[in-house]
């Protein structure tokens, strides 16, 4: 989902909200390649109650109304592959109807719209090594 923030005067709270949402495992947030940041801000979530509670604790904790607008892909898996492997899959055109953004870490993930289509690119595009989900990079 795209959070619609209200105007930056209106609620200098806005990004203090969403970092602590973040930083608590609420939401993650996901952004367009190569998006440094300046871009729009993308929230994943296992289900609509999450978003629901996103919500609500940025109204009742940060004094932020915010509206949130459904993107349309409700499933997402993680290209283990690495860039050169979605890269490759994407020239060859087998990434069609399929938003690929990255993670907090510039990892990419794949958006898809229903379960067939994950299934279907899974099975014939091994070399994607889809996940589910990712663990945070070791830091060290």
């Known amino acids: 989902r795209l959070p619609s923030p209200p105007p930056p005067r209106a609620s200098p709270t806005f990004p203090q909200g969403i970092d602590q949402l973040l930083q608590e495992g609420a939401v993650q947030s996901l952004?367009?390649?190569n998006d440094d940041g300046g871009g729009p801000l993308?929230?994943?979530a296992v289900g609509q109650?999450?978003?629901?509670?996103?919500?609500?604790r940025l109204k009742n904790e940060y004094g932020v109304d915010s509206d949130m607008?459904?993107?349309?892909?409700?499933?997402?898996?993680w290209a283990d592959g690495g860039w050169e492997?979605?890269?490759?899959a994407d020239k060859?055109?087998?990434?069609?109807?399929?938003m690929i953004v990255q993670d907090q870490w510039g990892r990419p993930v794949?958006?898809?719209?229903?379960?067939?289509k994950a299934q279907a690119v899974q099975e014939e595009e091994k070399y994607l090594?889809?996940?589910?989900?990712?663990y945070p990079p070791q830091i060290e």
């Open 92 to 98: 060859e055109g087998k990434l069609f109807g399929i």
């Open 31 to 33: 952004r367009q390649r």
């Open 42 to 44: 993308i929230l994943a």
């Open 110 to 116: 794949l958006l898809f719209r229903n379960d067939w």
């Open 49 to 56: 109650l999450q978003f629901e509670v996103v919500e609500a």
């Open 85 to 88: 492997a979605v890269d490759r």
């Open 129 to 134: 090594e889809l996940v589910p989900w990712s």
């Open 69 to 77: 607008e459904a993107i349309g892909y409700t499933l997402a898996r």
